[in-house]
């Protein structure tokens, strides 16, 4: 008895903590409506400076609890300067290019942070005063857990008051309801946002420094906590405060009670209670219908079918790219098949973003799963190259079946958010099912058969599949189930009101951009003779939604351009020692000067020089 | 063709605007809008849906970017400055598809719209507000989105009020509310009126802004196509019948 | 049989509020039925109960002398009831002829073809459509740089596109000039007789409202409190209390009395 009570209180513990971060997360969605990928990275500054702060003052228990609210403290105002820096100019852009502009900052802190303190993990001081432990019911619980334990619920209370008994709370509930009509009743938003921003970084960071004592301070903090604070969001119901705070308990609870009987359950627990509550509550357990969507977008105009000066550049440019493994060297031809299975990548998560208008956050799920079937199948199962090349993208499309099934339920920032479930459900079982997946190690050796093994053989293998791939899909937006997609993601009523059942549809839609997906993860399998845990990461999601946006997001050619040019400038910045910096700053570049992508801003050149030749022969 | 009615041009105007133009994208939709408010007036900007009078309402409210011409306020340019500054210095803005704060009470809503009181315009309380609107007082508690359509539009206009503005701009108040209400909305711009409001109302409906206003303004596909008073608009059916199409 | 709809004892609470309390109408083939009365008196209730998408606690809706209670939205639309919003709902990164298009791809349940050319489906129909609302001109431009009245219109085609005996309009007019609604309801009127379609409809201009319906209804707070033609209504001193007023935002005679 004693000893589950231990572990609840654990579990709470745990939950202080995570609703620390979550409810910044929350307070700065429900105002700002961003989806801050960076909260992590506020998150471990928070816990680098607390321990640079404790272990420089050493004034006892004082100076630690000092310690903690000035590193909080320094994180809310490093959040002012992100806030006024690059957020300001990116409220109105859809979330798509929220998330990845905030990825970029992540990218930026990941590098900083790697510079000032090193590589090193480092261990924090244990709490003065509070360093030993108390006996309750025959089990010893740390003294440092009841105060987090009494801390949470006591900043839930501070929020509460401040939200409802203040003018500034009443504000900024107004402001997640209706941002531009509180400007005009007088307030200046400009700050209210910055404030809300300070507000979540504070929180954040106090969250950081919280934990030092509890856990070692390390550069991976980032990104292992933001996974699970986005849950903890989403459980919660995005925008609110009591939903973090309710959804932190039941994760860390529910955490401490099922590792005892599975122990490797951790890592994926969370999103599996996610899933569930989505599932019945489709804007979490507190959150309010109309809560899921940012910033309303602009329409786009109508899709127009290529002329033949098009398709005749179209075709040169294609015998070109065939051609050039009979020019260039082996090290670019293999380059080439890098290019070609990251734009199928992207033209299948452009089909399920741009077309069928579910954001996702976990694409590489799929691209996942199909490298790791082909992987299977060739390794485990014996079964040919060719057949795999069939088989393991609809071992895909079964995976985007089953998740797409969820899925398809919300829409907005939350269906985002559950893709992103998915992903790291997938992430977790790869990584912990050593016996079948390698873990860790991955799956080695998978080649191409012998009559494929040369790399230029490769390359026309790969050409073929890669170009009918990107074909079938740019067929199939022009058909009329690309444009029941586009309508329904138009307008889910007037779609409902012809007659169609627009949730089988998405489904199938989710299906099939899975499916291709898993096309480009079988043939990027054969290519590299391997297969790990990241291909399904968070990091491959990424990289799929940043070449959709570098390629912009409103044409179809948009994912072309966009992997091509993201993968020439990953191979050449990962190179570098600092390259996240690099390639977070060229995010944020283009997120703030390119919103539009490459075709966007090709499109606005050609229409700049259609005007001028109108104007010179009018 | 424009009838010029100068004897209301004679008391200074609370708000002038002078050739305005405004844009969405490349699209014009304002060209050369000149309007002017007298102090304690009711000027209604007639025109159909799209001619431009929300436009118009917003670009004096600081809410459109693509904007140029010349917008005063008290002999102050005020074109260029953000809507916060607008609202801070006397203009009250009642939008047009009522905007209330779905989940906030109805107190809550009010207090968003509170600001200091202002010299030259009148002091509203929640109580004052609560005499000139009943029904909200019995509602206070109640969230936005729990009241009625015509209670809504109350709120919203009683939120605007909290703020003590000198101008009310009333984007179509009785757009989509049942004719019984549209009647209370027309006794409390005439209570706007009594207080010294000057008021600059939008409408489709020509019965009604005739009820509440002095004179009007026809704009159609972004431009002033008439300026006076009813009588004289009586005068010519064939202005109304052009541009409205009554 | 002349009698398309049979409305009876419709009855929805939400919440211990009874929304529409034993509501019962028919509606004749070809008649133009108008259901008004304050906001919140259970119109969008009462419609929604009617296209599906709410279950009424008690009460049937029979179209044609089948029971659509418990049937869902969609087939009760390939039923034949077409349905007009409040606020357009188009799709707006299409153009109007792909509007219309999508409509008669879906009637003609095409929607999972994945190789065809979406535009080349149905045109000829589409463009016949768009042509009984005079918006064939229209045909190629963007749905979003449509102004409202011809949104309106086009909602209108995409609505006759599966032929439908029962047409539910929720307050069609809204948004417009004067002069816009004249003109849509009288073109709504027209083909309403040509193609011997139903329709009610809700509504808050009582100008609209007198000048086509042929009869109407009146609710407040769920309950029917009257019906009859306009005159009749009009007269009503019930309705004149809690929802017409003194007429005097609406009718201009009435106006000149008073003033």
Same mark, same amino acid.
């Given at each position: 008895?004693?000893?589950?009570?231990?572990?609840?209180?654990?579990?709470?513990?745990?939950?202080?903590?995570?609703?620390?971060?979550?409810?910044?997360?929350?307070?700065?969605?429900?105002?700002?409506?961003?989806?801050?990928?960076?909260?992590?990275?506020?998150?471990?500054?928070?816990?680098?400076?607390?321990?640079?702060?404790?272990?420089?003052?050493?004034?006892?228990?004082?100076?630690?609890?000092?310690?903690?609210?000035?590193?909080?403290?320094?994180?809310?105002?490093?959040?002012?300067?992100?806030?006024?820096?690059?957020?300001?100019?990116?409220?109105?852009?859809?979330?798509?290019?929220?998330?990845?502009?905030?990825?970029?900052?992540?990218?930026?802190?990941?590098?900083?942070?790697?510079?000032?303190?090193?590589?090193?993990?480092?261990?924090?001081?244990?709490?003065?005063?509070?360093?030993?432990?108390?006996?309750?019911?025959?089990?010893?619980?740390?003294?440092?857990?009841?105060?987090?334990?009494?801390?949470?619920?006591?900043?839930?209370?501070?929020?509460?008051?401040?939200?409802?008994?203040?003018?500034?709370?009443?504000?900024?509930?107004?402001?997640?309801?209706?941002?531009?009509?509180?400007?005009?009743?007088?307030?200046?938003?400009?700050?209210?946002?910055?404030?809300?921003?300070?507000?979540?970084?504070?929180?954040?960071?106090?969250?950081?420094?919280?934990?030092?004592?509890?856990?070692?301070?390390?550069?991976?903090?980032?990104?292992?906590?933001?996974?699970?604070?986005?849950?903890?969001?989403?459980?919660?119901?995005?925008?609110?405060?009591?939903?973090?705070?309710?959804?932190?308990?039941?994760?860390?609870?529910?955490?401490?009670?099922?590792?005892?009987?599975?122990?490797?359950?951790?890592?994926?627990?969370?999103?599996?209670?996610?899933?569930?509550?989505?599932?019945?509550?489709?804007?979490?357990?507190?959150?309010?219908?109309?809560?899921?969507?940012?910033?309303?977008?602009?329409?786009?105009?109508?899709?127009?079918?290529?002329?033949?000066?098009?398709?005749?550049?179209?075709?040169?440019?294609?015998?070109?790219?065939?051609?050039?493994?009979?020019?260039?060297?082996?090290?670019?031809?293999?380059?080439?098949?890098?290019?070609?299975?990251?734009?199928?990548?992207?033209?299948?998560?452009?089909?399920?973003?741009?077309?069928?208008?579910?954001?996702?956050?976990?694409?590489?799920?799929?691209?996942?799963?199909?490298?790791?079937?082909?992987?299977?199948?060739?390794?485990?199962?014996?079964?040919?190259?060719?057949?795999?090349?069939?088989?393991?993208?609809?071992?895909?499309?079964?995976?985007?079946?089953?998740?797409?099934?969820?899925?398809?339920?919300?829409?907005?920032?939350?269906?985002?958010?559950?893709?992103?479930?998915?992903?790291?459900?997938?992430?977790?079982?790869?990584?912990?099912?050593?016996?079948?997946?390698?873990?860790?190690?991955?799956?080695?050796?998978?080649?191409?058969?012998?009559?494929?093994?040369?790399?230029?053989?490769?390359?026309?293998?790969?050409?073929?599949?890669?170009?009918?791939?990107?074909?079938?899909?740019?067929?199939?937006?022009?058909?009329?189930?690309?444009?029941?997609?586009?309508?329904?993601?138009?307008?889910?009523?007037?779609?409902?009101?012809?007659?169609?059942?627009?949730?089988?549809?998405?489904?199938?839609?989710?299906?099939?951009?899975?499916?291709?997906?898993?096309?480009?993860?079988?043939?990027?399998?054969?290519?590299?003779?391997?297969?790990?845990?990241?291909?399904?990461?968070?990091?491959?999601?990424?990289?799929?939604?940043?070449?959709?946006?570098?390629?912009?997001?409103?044409?179809?050619?948009?994912?072309?351009?966009?992997?091509?040019?993201?993968?020439?400038?990953?191979?050449?910045?990962?190179?570098?020692?600092?390259?996240?910096?690099?390639?977070?700053?060229?995010?944020?570049?283009?997120?703030?000067?390119?919103?539009?992508?490459?075709?966007?801003?090709?499109?606005?050149?050609?229409?700049?020089?259609?005007?001028?030749?109108?104007?010179?022969?009018? | 063709?424009?009838?010029?009615?100068?004897?209301?041009?004679?008391?200074?105007?609370?708000?002038?605007?002078?050739?305005?133009?405004?844009?969405?994208?490349?699209?014009?939709?304002?060209?050369?809008?000149?309007?002017?408010?007298?102090?304690?007036?009711?000027?209604?900007?007639?025109?159909?849906?799209?001619?431009?009078?929300?436009?118009?309402?917003?670009?004096?409210?600081?809410?459109?970017?693509?904007?140029?011409?010349?917008?005063?306020?008290?002999?102050?340019?005020?074109?260029?400055?953000?809507?916060?500054?607008?609202?801070?210095?006397?203009?009250?803005?009642?939008?047009?598809?009522?905007?209330?704060?779905?989940?906030?009470?109805?107190?809550?809503?009010?207090?968003?719209?509170?600001?200091?009181?202002?010299?030259?315009?009148?002091?509203?309380?929640?109580?004052?507000?609560?005499?000139?609107?009943?029904?909200?007082?019995?509602?206070?508690?109640?969230?936005?989105?729990?009241?009625?359509?015509?209670?809504?539009?109350?709120?919203?206009?009683?939120?605007?009020?909290?703020?003590?503005?000198?101008?009310?701009?009333?984007?179509?108040?009785?757009?989509?509310?049942?004719?019984?209400?549209?009647?209370?909305?027309?006794?409390?711009?005439?209570?706007?009126?009594?207080?010294?409001?000057?008021?600059?109302?939008?409408?489709?409906?020509?019965?009604?802004?005739?009820?509440?206003?002095?004179?009007?303004?026809?704009?159609?596909?972004?431009?002033?196509?008439?300026?006076?008073?009813?009588?004289?608009?009586?005068?010519?059916?064939?202005?109304?019948?052009?541009?409205?199409?009554? | 049989?002349?009698?398309?709809?049979?409305?009876?004892?419709?009855?929805?609470?939400?919440?211990?509020?009874?929304?529409?309390?034993?509501?019962?109408?028919?509606?004749?083939?070809?008649?133009?039925?108008?259901?008004?009365?304050?906001?919140?008196?259970?119109?969008?209730?009462?419609?929604?109960?009617?296209?599906?998408?709410?279950?009424?606690?008690?009460?049937?809706?029979?179209?044609?002398?089948?029971?659509?209670?418990?049937?869902?939205?969609?087939?009760?639309?390939?039923?034949?009831?077409?349905?007009?919003?409040?606020?357009?709902?188009?799709?707006?990164?299409?153009?109007?002829?792909?509007?219309?298009?999508?409509?008669?791809?879906?009637?003609?349940?095409?929607?999972?073809?994945?190789?065809?050319?979406?535009?080349?489906?149905?045109?000829?129909?589409?463009?016949?459509?768009?042509?009984?609302?005079?918006?064939?001109?229209?045909?190629?431009?963007?749905?979003?740089?449509?102004?409202?009245?011809?949104?309106?219109?086009?909602?209108?085609?995409? =609505?006759? *596109? @599966?032929?439908?005996?029962? +047409?539910?309009?929720? #307050?069609?007019? !809204?948004?417009?000039?004067? /002069? %816009?609604?004249?003109?849509?309801?009288?073109?709504?009127?027209?083909?309403?007789?040509?193609?011997?379609?139903?329709?009610?409809?809700?509504?808050?201009?009582?100008?609209?409202?007198? =000048?086509? *319906? @042929?009869?109407?209804?009146? +609710?407040?707070?769920? #309950?029917?409190? !009257?019906?009859?033609?306009? /005159? %009749?209504?009009?007269?009503?001193?019930?309705?004149?209390?809690?929802?017409?007023?003194?007429?005097?935002?609406?009718?201009?005679?009435?106006?000149?009395?008073?003033?």
């Amino acid at each position: 008895m004693g000893f589950y009570f231990a572990q609840l209180l654990t579990g709470l513990a745990n939950a202080s903590s995570l609703f620390l971060i979550a409810s910044g997360l929350s307070i700065i969605f429900g105002v700002t409506r961003i989806v801050n990928f960076a909260h992590g990275s506020l998150y471990m500054v928070g816990a680098y400076l607390a321990y640079t702060l404790v272990s420089a003052m050493d004034l006892g228990a004082f100076g630690f609890w000092l310690g903690v609210l000035v590193a909080a403290a320094i994180v809310g105002l490093i959040g002012l300067l992100i806030e006024m820096t690059i957020l300001r100019r990116i409220y109105h852009a859809p979330e798509l290019f929220q998330l990845v502009a905030t990825f970029g900052v992540l990218l930026i802190f990941q590098d900083a942070t790697l510079a000032i303190w090193g590589a090193q993990d480092l261990l924090g001081p244990r709490a003065p005063g509070l360093d030993g432990a108390l006996r309750i019911m025959g089990e010893p619980i740390p003294e440092y857990d009841l105060a987090l334990i009494a801390i949470g619920p006591l900043v839930l209370l501070g929020i509460w008051l401040l939200f409802r008994k203040t003018r500034w709370g009443v504000l900024v509930r107004a402001a997640t309801q209706d941002r531009e009509m509180v400007a005009a009743l007088g307030v200046n938003q400009a700050w209210l946002f910055s404030a809300t921003f300070v507000l979540g970084a504070f929180l954040a960071g106090l969250g950081g420094a919280l934990q030092i004592p509890r856990e070692t301070v390390s550069l991976q903090m980032d990104l292992s906590v933001i996974g699970e604070a986005f849950v903890i969001v989403v459980i919660g119901g995005m925008g609110s405060v009591t939903g973090a705070y309710v959804a932190a308990v039941l994760i860390s609870v529910l955490n401490a009670f099922a590792i005892l009987i599975f122990p490797q359950v951790s890592i994926v627990l969370p999103f599996i209670v996610m899933a569930i509550v989505l599932t019945l509550r489709p804007h979490g357990l507190f959150g309010a219908a109309g809560s899921e969507h940012g910033a309303p977008t602009e329409p786009e105009q109508p899709l127009r079918l290529m002329g033949e000066k098009g398709m005749m550049i179209l075709f040169a440019a294609m015998a070109v790219f065939a051609l050039s493994p009979v020019i260039v060297g082996d090290f670019t031809t293999v380059l080439l098949v890098d290019v070609m299975v990251a734009t199928l990548f992207a033209v299948s998560l452009h089909f399920m973003m741009g077309i069928g208008g579910m954001v996702s956050f976990g694409h590489a799920a799929y691209f996942g799963i199909g490298a790791y079937a082909a992987a299977m199948m060739v390794k485990q199962l014996g079964i040919g190259m060719l057949p795999t090349i069939f088989l393991a993208p609809a071992v895909a499309g079964a995976g985007a079946l089953f998740f797409g099934w969820f899925c398809v339920r919300l829409s907005g920032v939350y269906l985002a958010m559950l893709t992103l479930a998915a992903a790291q459900i997938l992430w977790g079982i790869t990584f912990q099912w050593q016996q079948f997946t390698g873990g860790d190690d991955g799956i080695v050796g998978v080649w191409p058969a012998g009559w494929a093994s040369s790399d230029k053989v490769y390359f026309y293998l790969a050409f073929v599949c890669c170009i009918g791939g990107i074909w079938f899909l740019r067929r199939a937006a022009h058909s009329p189930f690309g444009y029941t997609l586009r309508g329904i993601r138009d307008s889910r009523t007037r779609a409902e009101a012809i007659g169609v059942d627009s949730r089988f549809h998405q489904w199938m839609g989710f299906t099939l951009a899975g499916a291709v997906a898993g096309l480009a993860g079988t043939i990027f399998a054969f290519s590299k003779g391997s297969v790990f845990p990241d291909s399904l990461g968070i990091a491959q999601s990424i990289d799929g939604l940043i070449m959709v946006l570098l390629g912009g997001i409103h044409a179809l050619a948009g994912p072309i351009l966009g992997a091509g040019v993201f993968v020439m400038i990953e191979d050449w910045v990962t190179r570098l020692a600092y390259w996240r910096v690099i390639f977070g700053i060229i995010i944020l570049v283009v997120v703030l000067l390119a919103p539009d992508g490459i075709a966007g801003g090709i499109n606005r050149l050609f229409a700049r020089i259609r005007a001028v030749r109108k104007g010179g022969t009018a | 063709m424009a009838v010029l009615s100068l004897k209301l041009r004679m008391r200074p105007p609370v708000l002038e605007v002078a050739n305005l133009n405004a844009r969405y994208g490349r699209a014009q939709i304002l060209h050369d809008v000149s309007i002017l408010l007298g102090r304690n007036e009711v000027v209604a900007l007639l025109g159909r849906n799209g001619a431009g009078k929300t436009t118009t309402m917003k670009s004096i409210m600081g809410m459109l970017r693509q904007v140029d011409g010349r917008i005063s306020y008290e002999n102050q340019d005020i074109l260029g400055k953000p809507s916060y500054m607008i609202c801070r210095a006397g203009i009250g803005y009642v939008p047009e598809e009522r905007r209330i704060f779905r989940d906030l009470t109805v107190e809550e809503n009010l207090e968003v719209g509170r600001r200091a009181k202002r010299e030259n315009a009148p002091e509203w309380t929640l109580e004052r507000l609560f005499d000139l609107f009943p029904n909200l007082r019995e509602r206070r508690s109640n969230l936005g989105k729990h009241l009625s359509g015509g209670e809504q539009q109350m709120l919203t206009i009683a939120r605007t009020l909290m703020g003590n503005p000198a101008v009310v701009l009333l984007d179509e108040p009785s757009e989509g509310i049942a004719p019984v209400i549209v009647e209370q909305m027309g006794f409390v711009i005439a209570e706007l009126k009594r207080q010294g409001l000057s008021v600059l109302i939008s409408e489709q409906n020509l019965h009604f802004a005739r009820l509440v206003s002095d004179r009007a303004y026809i704009i159609e596909k972004g431009q002033v196509r008439y300026d006076g008073s009813f009588d004289d608009l009586d005068q010519h059916p064939e202005i109304s019948r052009k541009y409205l199409a009554v | 049989m002349n009698t398309v709809l049979e409305a009876r004892n419709l009855s929805k609470a939400f919440g211990g509020i009874q929304a529409v309390d034993d509501f019962s109408f028919d509606l004749r083939r070809g008649e133009f039925l108008a259901l008004i009365g304050p906001n919140g008196a259970g119109k969008t209730t009462c419609f929604n109960m009617l296209n599906g998408y709410l279950k009424p606690d008690r009460g049937s809706v029979r179209l044609q002398g089948k029971e659509l209670v418990g049937i869902r939205p969609r087939k009760i639309w390939r039923m034949g009831v077409g349905r007009t919003f409040q606020i357009t709902e188009t799709f707006l990164s299409m153009t109007v002829l792909e509007n219309v298009q999508m409509a008669l791809i879906s009637y003609h349940r095409r929607c999972f073809d994945l190789f065809s050319r979406a535009t080349r489906l149905y045109r000829d129909r589409a463009e016949q459509l768009l042509e009984l609302v005079s918006m064939q001109e229209h045909a190629s431009r963007a749905c979003s740089e449509l102004a409202y009245g011809d949104l309106k219109r086009l909602e209108l085609a995409i =609505a006759l *596109a @599966h032929d439908p005996v029962l +047409l539910l309009m929720d #307050e069609p007019t !809204a948004g417009m000039a004067p /002069s %816009e609604r004249v003109a849509l309801m009288a073109l709504t009127a027209e083909i309403v007789a040509r193609q011997q379609v139903s329709v009610v409809f809700t509504e808050h201009d009582m100008d609209v409202v007198f =000048a086509h *319906a @042929h009869r109407i209804l009146v +609710l407040n707070r769920g #309950e029917l409190i !009257a019906e009859g033609t306009g /005159s %009749e209504i009009r007269e009503n001193p019930m309705v004149q209390e809690v929802y017409l007023g003194g007429g005097a935002v609406f009718e201009a005679e009435n106006e000149a009395a008073s003033a």
